[in-house]
């Protein structure tokens, strides 16, 4: 019987084997978030208006969508909810596990722009010292940023 499935599949290549592979998985939408650096080592966060009121600071985030690359897709929120510039760097989180998302953070770098806010989706947005984040922060994204903090040079 195996031996047959495996013949069966064989003979399906291309877009059929994918079709079926759709429909036989699960499905998901992928958060992605920026750890928004400028050159002083400062941290973009933005306070978002459709967030939980406790809870309403936050890295630049967004949903990809279909057939973008997930570093293109900081670049474009960053740029939607600020007009900022950024360039993506490294991954530095990647967490599965909820029912229907995964959620996956890169590093950023400010290169320019001039910042103006997306009224609808954003109230707020600043720069911010990593030793002196506002309250009402997002946890998980307060830890991001504890993890990618650069390294500074000493006199620096």
Same mark, same amino acid.
């Given at each position: 019987?195996?031996?047959?499935? +495996?013949?069966?599949?064989?003979?399906?290549?291309?877009?059929?084997?994918?079709?079926?592979?759709? %429909?036989?998985?699960?499905? %998901?939408?992928?958060?992605?978030? *920026? =750890? =928004?650096?400028?050159? +002083?080592?400062?941290?973009?966060?933005?306070?978002?208006?459709?967030?939980?009121?406790?809870? $309403?600071?936050?890295? $630049?985030?967004? %949903?990809?969508?279909?057939?973008?690359? %997930? +570093?293109?897709? =900081?670049?474009?929120?960053?740029?939607?909810?600020?007009?900022?510039?950024?360039?993506?760097?490294?991954?530095?989180?990647?967490?599965?596990? #909820?029912?229907?998302?995964?959620?996956?953070? #890169?590093? +950023?770098?400010? /290169?320019?722009? /001039?910042?103006?806010?997306?009224?609808? !989706?954003?109230?707020?947005?600043?720069?911010? !010292?990593?030793?002196?984040?506002?309250? &009402?922060?997002? &946890?998980?994204?307060?830890?991001?940023?504890?993890?990618? !903090?650069?390294?500074?040079?000493? *006199?620096?």
């Amino acid at each position: 019987m195996k031996r047959l499935v +495996a013949r069966l599949w064989r003979s399906i290549r291309g877009s059929w084997q994918w079709r079926i592979l759709w %429909f036989a998985h699960a499905k %998901f939408v992928v958060g992605v978030t *920026g =750890v =928004v650096r400028n050159d +002083a080592g400062q941290v973009l966060l933005l306070k978002h208006r459709l967030w939980h009121p406790d809870r $309403p600071w936050g890295l $630049p985030t967004g %949903f990809a969508v279909k057939g973008e690359e %997930f +570093a293109s897709t =900081v670049v474009r929120e960053v740029k939607e909810e600020t007009g900022l510039d950024v360039v993506p760097g490294r991954l530095v989180g990647l967490k599965s596990g #909820y029912r229907l998302r995964a959620e996956v953070a #890169y590093e +950023a770098l400010h /290169t320019g722009g /001039t910042l103006k806010i997306d009224e609808f !989706e954003i109230l707020e947005a600043g720069w911010f !010292e990593p030793d002196a984040l506002p309250a &009402g922060l997002q &946890g998980a994204h307060r830890e991001l940023i504890r993890s990618t !903090e650069p390294v500074r040079q000493p *006199g620096a």
